[in-house]
T-cell receptor, first 118, second 111 residues
Framework: GAVVSQHPSRVICKSGTSVKIECRSL??????MFWYRQFPKQSLMLMAT?????????EQGVEKDKFLINHASLTLSTLTVTSAHPEDSSFYIC??????????????FGPGTRLTVL | GQQLNQSPQSMFIQEGEDVSMNCTSS?????WLWYKQDPGEGPVLLIA?????ELTSNGRLTAQFGITRKDSFLNISASIPSDVGIYFC???????????FGGGTRLMVKP
């Protein structure tokens, strides 16, 4: 199956700093990437959907100025958590999908990035 | 955001036992998916269901797409220790659209 990578896998930062998380599709072109957040013992909650070359669509309650998403190429999307605070500590997971007309397009998930804000 | 109702929340079973978990929704989904997530990892797709009433197997796993399109179940037969993890159902209204996840079922298997 297709492979999606995330970098870094873990990051610890001080409150007030910004953190960038990368999501890459390694062997396919991802026209759409999704960013999820998962708190401990909870489910995945969609934060935003990004289509290559256009602005991301954010879910209700997700601050677009705080969680900056860039999807500048077909294999890379980045999520930047700006001015991070302890409540932003979470497991961030991306998924990527190619869009082929007439067929089901599976979302392939990355391994996740554990963010801890001190 | 919307979540699917997934039950049970957790299960602690003996190795060799069968397991059943299900998801229900108040709205219709056109695709149902079942994922497994190991600690510190992203979800991995186990089974995808595309038609109401469809019954699909993947090894010891069997899943069904409810006839009303508002529910799905996953069965695991003859559980083994490596089945331990969190299982999530997910619904999708249209191909290419966002996934809505259930709350997860944490499975623990005692050898």
């Amino acid at each position: 199956g297709a492979v999606v990578s995330q970098h870094p896998s873990r990051v610890i930062c001080k409150s007030g700093t910004s953190v960038k998380i990368e999501c890459r599709s390694l062997d396919f072109q991802a026209t759409t990437m999704f960013w999820y957040r998962q708190f401990p013992k909870q489910s995945l909650m969609l934060m935003a959907t990004s289509n290559e070359g256009s602005k991301a669509t954010y879910e209700q309650g997700v601050e677009k100025d705080k969680f900056l998403i860039n999807h500048a190429s077909l294999t890379l999307s980045t999520l930047t958590v700006t001015s991070a605070h302890p409540e932003d500590s979470s497991f961030y997971i991306c998924s990527a999908r190619d869009l082929i007309e007439g067929s089901y397009n599976e979302q392939f998930f990355g391994p996740g990035t554990r963010l801890t804000v001190l | 955001g919307q979540q699917l109702n997934q039950s049970p929340q957790s299960m602690f079973i003996q190795e060799g036992e069968d397991v059943s978990m299900n998801c229900t929704s108040s709205s219709i989904f056109n695709t149902w998916l079942w994922y497994k997530q190991d600690p510190g990892e992203g979800p991995v797709l186990l089974i995808a269901l595309y038609k109401a009433g469809e019954l699909t197997s993947n090894g010891r796993l069997t899943a069904q797409f409810g006839i009303t399109r508002k529910d799905s179940f996953l069965n695991i037969s003859a559980s083994i220790p490596s089945d331990v993890g969190i299982y999530f159902c997910a619904g999708q209204k249209d191909a290419g659209n966002m996934l809505t996840f259930g709350g997860g079922t944490r499975l623990m298997v005692k050898p």
